[in-house]
C-alpha cells in the first residue's frame, strides 16, 4: 500500500532480521526458500484484502483507491522482480555479515 | 524519544521531543486531506487531534526494544518479556518501554501537548495500547476477535438492541484496528519521511467521538492497566 521503494526499503529490513535470526540460531525456518513465494500469499491474503475493506469502510476516503493500487502495482512488480531481488537481499547481508556467508545456522549457544 | 527506546541504540533520523510538530502534521506533503469530507465516511471518529497523535505515536513506538525475533521465538527461549507478558509479547514491552519513558521529567512538554486531564491521558493510553497490540498480526485470538468485531461493525443489519451511536462506536472501533497494517505504513512512511527527502500523501487519521468506551482488551493487559493506576 505503499511506494514501491518503501515497500523494498523495509522488506529488506524484515528480510535480513529474520535471516540473521536464522544465522544466528534463532530461528528454525530459513527465510531465503521461501521469501519470494510468501511475499505474494501476503499480498494476495493480507494487503490486497485489507486495502480493499479500507475501501469499504471508506475511512480514508479517495485515499483508498491509492493505497490498493500500490498494493496491486506492488504486488505485480514482486511477482517480476522478486526472486532476482531476494537474491540481492542475500548479497546485502552477506556483505554486512561476512562470517554468515559459508556457514549455516549454529545453536545459540554457539554463535 | 525513540533513540531512546530502540533496542540497537540510537538512530539517526528519529524525531525528538522537539520535533513534535513534524509528528502531528505533514506539512506541504502535496495532497492535503478535507476532513470535513472525511467526516462523512469515518463512522464518527472525524478529526480528533488526539486520536490522529495516538495512531501516528503508535506507529512510532508500535517496535520499540524489538528484539528481532518473532515472539514465538521469545516465549520459547523463556526471555524475561516473556514471562511477564506471555502474549503479544514485544508488542505489550513496546509500550511498556515507550510509555514509561513518555512518563519522565524530560517529556513533560510533549505530555502538555498531548493531553491536559486525566481523562484525555487515559483515553490516549487506551488508543495506544488497541493500536499497538492491532499490529500483533500473528496472534490468532486477537486476529479472530478485529474479524469478528469487523463483521459485526459492517454487518448488513445491526445487532439487536443496538443503536445508531452504538453501531457508530463499533465501526469507529474497528476501523482503527484495522489500520494495524497502516500503522506499521504510516511509520515507514514517518520515517522514509524524516530519513529521505521523498515526498508523501499527507494522513488522514481519525476522531473517537466522546462516547468511545474502553475496548475488550486482552486478558493479558492487565500488568498494563496496573501500571496505569500507578501513573495516575
Known amino acids: ?111 | 524519544m525513540l533513540t531512546r527506546i530502540t533496542a540497537d541504540g540510537p538512530v539517526s533520523g528519529f524525531v525528538d521531543d522537539d520535533d513534535n510538530e513534524t509528528l502531528s502534521s505533514n506539512k506541504g506533503s502535496g495532497r492535503e486531506v478535507d476532513l470535513m469530507d472525511l467526516a462523512g465516511h469515518s463512522y464518527g471518529i472525524t478529526s480528533d487531534p488526539l486520536t490522529q497523535f495516538a495512531v501516528i505515536f503508535s506507529a512510532l513506538i508500535h517496535d520499540a526494544e524489538h528484539p528481532g525475533v518473532p515472539n514465538t521465538q521469545l516465549v520459547k527461549e523463556e526471555t524475561p518479556e516473556a514471562k511477564k507478558y506471555q502474549k503479544s509479547v514485544a508488542e505489550q514491552n513496546s509500550i511498556h518501554k515507550a510509555w514509561d519513558l513518555l512518563m519522565t521529567d524530560e517529556f513533560q512538554s510533549l505530555r502538555q501537548c498531548i493531553y491536559t486531564t486525566e481523562d484525555e491521558m487515559r483515553r490516549f493510553r487506551q488508543l495506544v495500547i488497541n493500536v499497538v497490540l492491532a499490529t500483533d498480526i500473528c496472534d490468532k485470538d486477537l486476529g479472530a476477535e478485529r474479524k469478528a468485531r469487523w463483521a459485526v461493525a459492517f454487518a448488513d443489519e445491526s445487532p439487536v438492541n443496538s443503536t445508531p451511536a452504538i453501531d457508530m462506536d463499533r465501526k469507529a472501533t474497528i476501523v482503527i484496528e484495522r489500520k494495524y497494517r497502516i500503522v506499521v505504513f504510516i511509520e515507514e512512511v514517518v520515517q522514509e519521511c524524516i530519513i529521505s527527502p521523498i515526498s508523501y500523501s499527507s494522513f488522514s487519521i481519525y476522531r473517537l467521538d466522546s462516547s468511545f468506551g474502553c475496548l475488550p482488551y486482552h486478558a493479558t493487559l492487565a500488568n498494563l492497566f496496573a501500571l496505569e493506576r500507578k501513573v495516575l
Open chain 1, 1 to 111: 500500500m505503499q511506494h514501491w521503494q518503501i515497500y523494498l526499503h523495509w522488506n529488506e529490513k524484515f528480510f535480513e532480521e529474520l535471516y540473521h535470526a536464522f544465522k544466528t540460531g534463532r530461528a528454525e525456518a530459513d527465510p531465503t526458500k521461501g521469501w519470494y513465494k510468501g511475499e505474494i500469499g501476503f499480498y494476495d491474503f493480507y494487503i490486497i484484502p485489507l486495502a480493499k475493506k479500507l475501501d469499504t469502510c471508506g475511512v480514508f476516503g479517495v485515499s483508498s483507491d491509492e493505497y490498493l493500487n500500490y498494493a496491486q502495482l506492488n504486488r505485480d512488480e514482486w511477482e517480476r522482480e522478486g526472486a532476482s531481488i531476494v537474491e540481492e537481499f542475500k548479497e546485502r547481508y552477506y556483505q554486512k555479515f561476512p562470517e554468515h556467508r559459508y556457514f549455516s545456522s549454529l545453536p545459540a549457544e554457539c554463535s
